[in-house]
Nanobody, 120 residues
Framework: VQLQASGGGSVQPGGSLRLSCVASGRLFGINSMGWYRQAPGKQRELVATLTNGGSSTYADSVKGRFTVSRDNAKNTVDLQMNNLKPEDTAVYYC???????????????WGEGTQVTVSS
């Protein structure tokens, strides 16, 4: 699975950005796509994910400001980020997940990160 993200950049506090990611390759069995982020000196953390069934998960820090969406026909996942704050500054990673029946565990796939900087 290959994940190609786009849409990062710099914005002032209160601004908006939209990240997009397209998946390609062997996509059979992928049951969730979403976004993680990693700020300098911190661990990578979940931002938002959306399962094939439409179940979404958001980090508490982004609830009400970020919206994750998918287009299953196009194999894309987007992240609309509104009311951005300086603490949202991080490298954002597109993510997908597949359940491995043989090992009974999830396999995670990652795209190259895209930088989001929120600063005045």
């Amino acid at each position: 699975v290959q994940l190609q993200a786009s849409g990062g950049g710099s914005v002032q506090p209160g601004g908006s950005l939209r990240l997009s990611c397209v998946a390609s390759g062997r996509l059979f069995g992928i049951n969730s796509m979403g976004w993680y982020r990693q700020a300098p000196g911190k661990q990578r953390e979940l931002v938002a994910t959306l399962t094939n069934g439409g179940s979404s998960t958001y980090a508490d820090s982004v609830k009400g400001r970020f919206t994750v969406s998918r287009d299953n026909a196009k194999n894309t996942v987007d992240l609309q980020m509104n009311n951005l704050k300086p603490e949202d500054t991080a490298v954002y990673y597109c993510n997908s997940r597949r359940w491995n029946m043989a090992t009974m565990e999830y396999i995670y796939y990652w795209g190259e990160g895209t930088q989001v900087t929120v600063s005045s």
